[in-house]
């Protein structure tokens, strides 16, 4: 209840500062299947260009409060640590075997709630390949949960005097990328491998339009 008063907060007072800032411009797969307008769970899956990232995407389906997957070391500042705690920001510990943001994660789901995931778990470091490789979290997440998974690519470039280009992709299931035969372990890689392509495809997508 909290992070949903607050995200609403958020966003009344700071849309029209983010309108300048960020400079979000929206583009489909398929709009009919896919708009602004999440109904029911969802996990939202996206690349990582920023660390505004978070900040942008809370405006990409304003009418559904998305509650995202953090690093720890986000938390670690008091003021910065407590502001994301009430917008429901989820901590991952990346530096510990510690699962419980999967268990959190799918608790919101089970509520018919929304996730956000950037599965690349870092920012890409200059010259790798973007968007670097998905962490299997996301596929443990999408395939326990059952709940759709709805991919988005954005182009990033907040704070500068262009537009930030945002692709929201049509829905798809981690049962989509299960491949008959191969173990768990190797399904998750390529659930994970799947999402990625997604990814990439709808980046591909906007570089065509």
Known sequence: MAGRFMNGLVKA???????????????????????RKIKG????????????????DIFVFPGRTLRFQM?????????????LKCMGGIIVNRNAADYSYISKSKEILSKKGVVGVFPEGRLPRPGEERPISFKPGVALLA????VPVIPIYTTGGYWEK????????????????LVEGASAKDNLQNIASGLRQKVIELGELYGKG
Not at 74 to 81: N, R, T, V
Not at 143 to 146: I, K, M, N, R
């Open 13 to 35: 007072t700071a849309y029209l500062p983010q309108m300048f800032i960020f400079r979000l411009k929206f583009h489909y797969e398929d709009k009919n299947v896919q708009s």
């Open 41 to 56: 769970p969802a996990i939202i899956v996206s690349n990582h260009t920023s660390v505004y990232d978070y900040a942008a």
């Open 71 to 83: 690093a720890e070391v986000l938390f670690k500042k008091k003021l910065q640590g407590w502001f």
């Open 143 to 146: 395939l326990e949960s059952g």
């Open 162 to 177: 262009k537009d930030s280009h945002v692709i929201i992709g049509k829905p798809v299931y981690a049962t989509d990328y």
